[in-house]
């Protein structure tokens, strides 16, 4: 199950399932002497647990980690870390229903072709938001790495639905004000159109998608590898691993598709004896390689697709087409949940990108 794993100097192999026992991973890689603790790691899976508002699902989980190697005495080993949470508040009858009936949106068909009738889509088995519970402990352990060299990784809710933030907002902002609203946005001007938004959709039995935008602060230039190992592949790869993740853009993205180069372009400057841009349209990689200037991108969340309006599908036991009605507790937009998990993919997939010339220079 080689999909299960991810990196590689900082490797991560996660296992588990939506309505399993539980969610696991296994982190190889990560250096000795890192300090982390049990408090520090459930302290960021805090920040992705359901049910602490009416705009996520109902669904109510503890998400208490257990840790059982890897971390001694509040220092990391050197070895294997060992982590999982459990799952316990599951219902896995409001399944049952459409067991041989395709969810729109969802990986039920696909799934089923590939692993056969019999494959257990409970809570969306494998291919359930539940796994990214494991980014997050992962990245829980690589924020604290990264810490040790000055790095930072942190994100936003940056759109929901047609409420965009349009403004720059500071590192500042978004290390302050994330996580103290219910959307998970750095611009609380926003926050209360954002919420409209959301309850609009939730109340007609609907959905909406939404932005993230992440930045990784403090990364020397020169970090990074050209062409398949560049700093977008490596994110990119990662970020696709989240569901509901549909796409992904650097600096100006697809905006800057429409500029001149006169107006896109970087220009370099000094600032007190470092060489520095005059903007960022890049996000801070040129060539695969950092630039010095913090790694911004932003990924698009589409629509939860667990929406309780009836919806066509096909009964594959009859193979005859038919209709649907869920039941269950679905978050009405996925990407307010999503900003911890995005800003943890973008801990891991940096300490990885960091320790790959640290092994090269000692063989």
């Given amino acids: 199950m080689d999909g299960f794993e991810f990196g590689e100097k900082f490797k991560l192999k996660v296992s588990g399932s939506s309505h399993g026992p539980s969610v696991e991973l296994e982190l190889y890689g990560c250096p000795a002497g890192v300090e982390v603790s049990v408090q520090d790691i459930q302290a960021e899976l805090d920040k992705r647990k359901p049910g602490q508002s009416i705009l996520t699902t109902s669904r109510k989980e503890d998400d208490l980690v257990e840790v059982s190697s890897g971390i001694a005495d509040g220092l990391t080993t050197g070895g294997a870390i060992s982590m999982l949470i459990r799952n ?43 796994m990214t519970a494991a980014f997050v402990m992962a990245g829980a352990v690589a924020k604290k790495f990264l810490a040790q060299k000055g790095v930072k990784t942190m994100a936003f809710t940056k759109s929901i639905g047609k409420v965009n933030v349009a403004r720059e907002v500071s590192d500042e902002e978004i290390l302050t004000n994330v996580y103290h609203n219910p959307v998970n946005t750095a611009a609380p001007e926003a926050a209360e159109a954002m919420v409209a938004e959301v309850e609009a959709a939730r109340r007609d039995g ?60 970087d220009e370099y400057r000094l600032k007190d ?31 939860t697709a667990s929406i309780f309006k009836e919806q066509r599908t096909v009964d594959l036991s009859s193979m005859t087409e038919t209709t649907l009605k869920l039941e269950g507790r679905h978050d009405p937009c996925i990407a307010i949940r999503a900003v911890p998990v995005v800003e943890h993919v973008a801990a891991f997939t940096t300490a990885d990108i960091l320790l790959r010339p640290e092994e090269r220079g000692r063989n």
């Fill in 88 to 130: 316990k508040n599951t219902i896995s009858a409001h399944y049952e229903s459409i067991k041989f009936k395709p969810r729109p949106s969802h990986a039920d068909y696909p799934a089923r072709v590939k692993y056969g009738m019999d494959f257990d889509l409970r809570g969306g088995a494998f291919f359930s938001a539940r």
């Fill in 206 to 265: 609907d959905s909406v998608g939404g932005v993230v935008e992440c930045r990784v602060t403090g990364l020397p230039p020169g970090a990074g590898d050209p062409l398949f190992k560049s700093i977008e592949s490596t994110i990119a790869q990662a970020v696709f691993a989240i569901p509901a993740a549909k796409g992904i853009e650097f600096g100006s993205g697809f905006a800057g598709s429409a500029s001149r180069g006169s107006a896109n372009n």
């Fill in 273 to 303: 004896g470092r060489v520095v841009t005059t903007s960022n349209n890049s996000g801070g990689i040129l060539g695969g390689l950092s630039t010095g200037m913090p790694i911004v991108f932003r990924v698009a969340f589409k629509p």
